[in-house]
Structure formats: structure tokens, C-alpha cells
């Protein structure tokens, strides 16, 4: 089964204070890794996919990059409207369903 | 483009009742899923819909959930009858043809059974 693990589940960070989160997965045969970010009574949003290691993808302030055995959202300069819960899922095997991660919160303070 | 809406945002009903959970997906997406986040857990896959037809419906807890895609539009999840453990935020999913499309969520139907 596959698995997905974030850490850290919360991360408290000033304005300006730079950090990176976590996902690492034990899957069979990852097809696609995906961020998204959910706020508070929302639905999750979808930030990026990356297929292979070595990959990247960059928005804004934000910054994936996948191994072979995790992945890390790097976020650059924070700011308050960047809090938010993060996940990471993954899709693997033939099929379409993709597992999540239980998310890594996070808060920025002015 | 209009999102994934979902119906109702917020349900309370008692053990025993019946509850029916309404979701409209992106136009054009055949692929439709129902994912399930219960409190301090992952979100974790319910059923996939590919148009009106089933796809996988692995992650159904019990007989006591029915799902159905009219048409391969809207869908509809059912849980009859519902039990404590059913409280939780049902999210609901639409995504392109493509087996790499990202999926775009609703914003959820919390269900509280009490």
C-alpha cells in the first residue's frame, strides 16, 4: 500500500524566514507527485505535479523538487498569505486514485 | 470557468438517518472521485467515476455508501444509514481525461452524524 508521509505537521514561520516541508512516499512505481494547498474550509488547490527525480517546478515564492524517495516545497521569503495547510499526494500503479499526505500546516507571522 | 461545487457545505443529522451529498463536477471532465478527510486523518479515496461508470470503488468503507453519476454529469453519494464513524469533510473531484491531470476539488460537505 502506498504511503505518504509530511513533515513537519505544523511549522511556524516569520515573515520573511525561509524554510522547506517534507513528503517523503514509499509507493510502487510513482506515476505523478502533487502539491496542493488547502485553506481553511476550502478544498485543496493544486500547486504542481512532478513526474521524475531531479525535477522542479517553481511558483512564485514556492519551490518543488522530487528524489527518488521525497519531495520538498521550498518557500522563499514568506509572507502572511502563504499560510495554509500544504499536501502532498501521489499516483501510482495503473490506477487514478492518488494518495495524500496528512499536510504540513503552516503559519506565517507578520 | 466554473469549480467543482458541492451540496450541502454543512450537514447534521442523527445515527440512523439517510443523507444524500450532491456534487457538480468541472464541464467536460469525465473523471469524477469522492475523497473523504476524517478528523486528524489523511483524505483518503472513496470511488472514481469515468463518466457514468464505476472505475474503482476501493475505498468505499461499507454497503452503507452508494454513489451514482447520472448521465456522467453530477453525482450523488448516499450514506444510509449513517453511523457515528461517518462524520468527517467529503470532498469531491473532477480532472481532465488524462491520467496525469491534477484533480480540482469542491470545497466539501462536513457531515456531522450525531
Known amino acids: 500500500e502506498d504511503q505518504v508521509t509530511q513533515s513537519p505537521e505544523a511549522l511556524r514561520l516569520q515573515e520573511g524566514e525561509s524554510s522547506s516541508l517534507n513528503c517523503s512516499y514509499t509507493?510502487?512505481?510513482?506515476?505523478?507527485l502533487f502539491w496542493y494547498r488547502q485553506d481553511p474550509g476550502k478544498g485543496p488547490e493544486f500547486l504542481f505535479t512532478l513526474y521524475s527525480a531531479g525535477e522542479e517546478k517553481e511558483k512564485e515564492r514556492l519551490k518543488a523538487t522530487l528524489t527518488k524517495k521525497e519531495s520538498f516545497l521550498h518557500i522563499t521569503a514568506p509572507k502572511p498569505e502563504d499560510s495554509a495547510t500544504y499536501l502532498c499526494?501521489?499516483?501510482?500503479?495503473?490506477?487514478?486514485?492518488?494518495?495524500f499526505g496528512i499536510g504540513t500546516k503552516l503559519q506565517v507571522i507578520p | 470557468e466554473a469549480g467543482v461545487t458541492q451540496f450541502p457545505s454543512h450537514s447534521v443529522i442523527e445515527k440512523g438517518q439517510t443523507v444524500t451529498l450532491r456534487c457538480d463536477p468541472i464541464s467536460g471532465h469525465d473523471n469524477l472521485y469522492w475523497y473523504r478527510r476524517v478528523m486528524g486523518k489523511e483524505i483518503k479515496f472513496l470511488l472514481h467515476f469515468v463518466k457514468e461508470s464505476k472505475q474503482d470503488e476501493s475505498g468505499m468503507p461499507n454497503n452503507r455508501f452508494l454513489a451514482e453519476r447520472t448521465g456522467g454529469t453530477y453525482s450523488t453519494l448516499k450514506v444510509q444509514p449513517a453511523e457515528l464513524e461517518d462524520s468527517g469533510v467529503y470532498f469531491c473531484?473532477?480532472?481532465?481525461?488524462?491520467?496525469?491531470?491534477?484533480?480540482?476539488f469542491g470545497n466539501g460537505t462536513r457531515l456531522t452524524v450525531t
Open positions: 499526494a501521489v499516483l501510482s500503479g495503473g490506477y487514478q486514485k492518488v494518495t
Open positions: 473531484a473532477s480532472s481532465h481525461s488524462s491520467a496525469y491531470s491534477p484533480l480540482h
Open positions: 509507493v510502487s512505481g510513482l506515476r505523478g
